[in-house]
Structure formats: structure tokens, C-alpha cells
């Protein structure tokens, strides 16, 4: 088992920046890959940005060159700097976790982006 609590959301305005961190407790030896998803009202949850243990990185197009993803492993945390915000990021951000093939969650943080 897997546990992962977020902290970092909030209100934002347009062109801000805010940064997510993910602490993950448990059988985190197992833990491969990390990542942020998505979810805006109305819309499927979407892959924002994912960082293996070996330190690859991918990103969605739409945050790609604004969004950071990054791993501590020491204290099992991951991060996610979100720079130059828009309305359109507005959504509640999940962590993930993967652990041989299972996939663990967060309880979700609420990222809201001002025009």
C-alpha cells in the first residue's frame, strides 16, 4: 500500500505560479512511477506530468515549458512547479503513484486560475 498526501493548491492569478508537492508514505520501495493529473469540471482526468524513478520526465503539450516535474527521492516527495498559469489549468490536481501496476492516489488539490 501506497499513501500520498498533496499539499500546494490555491487561488492564483493568471500568469502566477504554484507549486504541488506529493509526499508518499507506505511500500514506497515499489513506487516506480510518480505524476500529476488533472480534472476539470466536466472533463476526463488527464495526464499533466509524469517523472519515472530513473528520472524520465513527460509532460501534456499544453504545459509543456511552464510545468516542472521533480523528484526527491529522499524524502519521497514529488513536485510539481506550475509557472505562467491560465484559466485553463483550473482544475483539481491528483498525485499518482505506480507500484507494480497498481495505481495509488491522492485526495486531490484544487488549482484555480483568476482572469
Known amino acids: 500500500q501506497v499513501q500520498l498526501v498533496e499539499s500546494g493548491g490555491g487561488l492564483v492569478q493568471t500568469g502566477g505560479s504554484l507549486r504541488l508537492s506529493c509526499a508518499a508514505s507506505?511500500?514506497?520501495?515499489?513506487?516506480?512511477?510518480m505524476g500529476w493529473y488533472r480534472q476539470a469540471p466536466g472533463k476526463q482526468r488527464e495526464l499533466v506530468a509524469a517523472?519515472?524513478?530513473?528520472?524520465?520526465?513527460n509532460y501534456v503539450d499544453s504545459v509543456k515549458g511552464r510545468f516542472t516535474i521533480s523528484r526527491d527521492n529522499a524524502k519521497n516527495t514529488v513536485y510539481l512547479q506550475m509557472n505562467s498559469l491560465k484559466p485553463e489549468d483550473t482544475a483539481v490536481y491528483y498525485c499518482?503513484?505506480?507500484?507494480?501496476?497498481?495505481?495509488?492516489w491522492g485526495q486531490g488539490t484544487q488549482v484555480t486560475v483568476s482572469s
Open positions: 499518482n503513484a505506480d507500484s507494480y501496476g497498481l495505481d495509488y
Open positions: 507506505g511500500s514506497i520501495f515499489s513506487i516506480n512511477a
Open positions: 517523472a519515472t524513478s530513473g528520472g524520465t520526465t
